[in-house]
C-alpha cells in the first residue's frame, strides 16, 4: 500500500488500525475462497484491494464490497507510483465496489 493511500484510510476512519496483510497474496495465485473466509472469520471491517480483477470479482460474488484504490495516469507530474516501463499514476481516491461487470469478447 503507497503512503498517500494509508494516509487517505486514516484520513476517512481516524484511530483505526491499518493492518497490511501480506498473507493475503496468496489469493493472487491461488484459491481465493480461503481469504474470503478469513475475512468473515475475523470480522474485518473493511478490505483495501491492490488485486487482479478476477480476485476483486470473487469478493463481490461473495457478498463483500472491497475498497478499490484509483490510480489516474500522470504524464510529466510528481506520480505516487511509477511503473516499470516509466508511465507514472497518481492516487486519485478510494472507491468502493459494488458490482463488477466484465463483458469479454472470445478471439
Known amino acids: 500500500?503507497?503512503?498517500?493511500?494509508?494516509?487517505?484510510?486514516?484520513?476517512?476512519w481516524p484511530g483505526v488500525e491499518i493492518i497490511e496483510d501480506t498473507r493475503w497474496r496468496a489469493a493472487l495465485t491461488g484459491p481465493v475462497?480461503?481469504?474470503?473466509?478469513r475475512v468473515r472469520a475475523e470480522r474485518i471491517d473493511e478490505v483495501a484491494m491492490v488485486a487482479p480483477l478476477s480476485v476483486v470479482q470473487r469478493f463481490v460474488e461473495a457478498g463483500l464490497r472491497p475498497l478499490w484504490a484509483e490510480m489516474v495516469p500522470c504524464p510529466g507530474e510528481r506520480?505516487?507510483?511509477?511503473?516499470?516501463?516509466?508511465?507514472?499514476?497518481?492516487f486519485a481516491g478510494w472507491r468502493r465496489v459494488r458490482r463488477l461487470a466484465l463483458e469479454l469478447e472470445d478471439l
Open 1 to 12: 500500500m503507497l503512503d498517500v493511500q494509508r494516509a487517505a484510510l486514516r484520513a476517512r
Open 33 to 37: 475462497q480461503p481469504v474470503i473466509e
Open 79 to 90: 506520480p505516487d507510483l511509477t511503473v516499470p516501463d516509466g508511465r507514472g499514476f497518481r
